[in-house]
């Protein structure tokens, strides 16, 4: 050890002397400089670096998936990571809407274990009680947070029955079985979660302070009359959908019984796990046929389970889950895979769509609109040419129509559900008794004829083709039949968005062709205090 010291300071004394030397030797003078500043101004790849990684922040870093499958391998997780980090950057509504669907989803779940919990175990022992059961095969009951309840909708809890089945479980299903008496609840370890849990509230305050920046940078430019690019507006409009508003929405949505689980947060997605991969097992010694036999469901409707044999207790399709899975399985025929492709599923879809009510849908149509509105503040912007200007203002506007007339759909839809409703009550009170006016002799007259036979050859033809647009599942599931006068208006609006949406990236990329001076000139920040500069 002594003698490698030694030959180090040896080698170090030997290049100091031949680095000793002076100008009049020949060689060259070096100057060395301290702290310098940055220079000024800013280039083109500046610009598109700063918002591609900006928007990778808003897509990937905040990307909760629900729990992997038991044997995909790490390539297929990633695989789907990027999936949906392409699927939020080309449509972050749709991802918002389905962060809320199950921040809504996960919310009601915390309402029934620490509300409606207590009264349906009261009523389960009271019904057991004679046949001699025990209080303490119930459970305990344990305070469920927001936390909790994103961890069993995200597929943390499997389900494995005394035959074999194995399947996950969403929050509902595990509130069904407690109350049933099947399982006692399960413990809520914040600790084991957050163990589990790849992302921590630090790094997520790390990237709201850095989105923060940006929003900050662009604010500055604005207020020194600096021109902002297209592609930066379009980086505040991808923000705004993903964090700043849908903290503004939950504050309106959000009842005061659970503000106490939902801390001041830029996110739907806050409290829920991310990169979980290991899920917990619940064993019961009884088979899946008795659990389905105690619920009410015949030997005949047991196989008409899509995703796992406890589908009836939380499944809800509603009118933009059903066409979404029509678009699903469209993508499926091009031989894009969605999902496990199992029977039980092994693993639950980051896809769902959960139901959302009247007030929910509002507030992300409010949202979508704030983001929307950012492209309006370019309508007399100095695109390159008059025509870019044009299709940048149409596409705008055409994204701002498309979503209230989805809107206006939806009032539609609640409107003629209204209608049947009644018209269907009104018709049981006074014609439940109601006989045809003609008879059975004249039926059968006119089917016998031939012009009859064809016509309802050609009609029959013409249904069969309209149902494998109004419902293209695999397995013909009765449940994801769409109406015609739902889909078709909603996939032209679809195309109209999707236009919209590419020709606003195209732009952001193509106007850095053609960008005047102050576009790369940077925010005197010293301005804003002078007692700084």
Known sequence: ???????????????????????GEGQKTIH????????????????????????SLCSWSILCLNMPGTKESKWVVLWRKFAMTGLGVLCPEIMTTTAVGQW???????????????????????????????????????IWTMQMAYFADMGGFRLRTKNGDEFPLDAKQIYYLTTKGYIKQPIYRPRLIDDKNKVDVLLRTIILCQISWFLISVIGRWVQRLFVTTAELTTVSFILCRFVTSEITKAFICKADFLQHSTVTAGFWWHKPADVVMAEIIKIDVDTDTILNKAG??????????????????RKEWWWSKVWWNFLNILRK???????????????????????GRRELYMVILMSTVCFSVFFTAWKHDFPTWYELMLWRAASIALMVMLYMLMGIYEILRAVDRVQQRTEQWRQRHFSTHQS??????????????????????????????????????????????PLRVLAPVYVMGFFYCASRAYIMIADILELRSL????????????FWPHLG
Request: net charge negative; with cysteine.
């Open 1 to 23: 050890m002594i003698i490698y010291v030694c030959f180090l300071i040896l080698v170090i004394t030997v290049d100091a002397l031949d680095n000793d030397t002076t100008p």
């Open 32 to 55: 060395k400089q301290g702290w310098t500043p940055q220079p000024d101004g800013r280039g083109t790849l500046d610009i598109l670096w700063t918002c591609v990684v900006t928007m």
């Open 104 to 142: 809504v989803r996960a919310r009601q779940c915390v309402q029934d274990f620490n509300e409606n919990l207590e009264e349906e175990l009261a009523k389960l022992q009271e019904s057991q009680q004679p046949a001699g059961a025990e209080k303490s095969s119930i459970g305990e009951k344990e």
């Open 297 to 314: 469901i015949g030997p005949e409707e047991r196989d008409e389970w899509r995703m796992t044999p406890l589908d009836f207790v939380s």
């Open 334 to 356: 091009m031989h894009f895979k969605f999902g496990s492709g199992g029977r039980p599923t092994d693993r639950l879809a980051d896809s769902c769509q959960h139901p959302l």
């Open 437 to 482: 006016p003609r008879s059975d002799t004249q039926h059968s007259r006119l089917r016998n004829t031939k012009y009859y036979r064809r016509i309802a050859e050609i009609f029959t033809r013409i249904d069969k083709a309209l149902n494998c647009v109004r419902n293209n599942s695999p397995d013909g599931d009765k449940d994801l039949s769409v």
């Open 516 to 527: 005047p001076p102050s576009a790369y000139a940077t925010v005197k920040w010293e301005k």
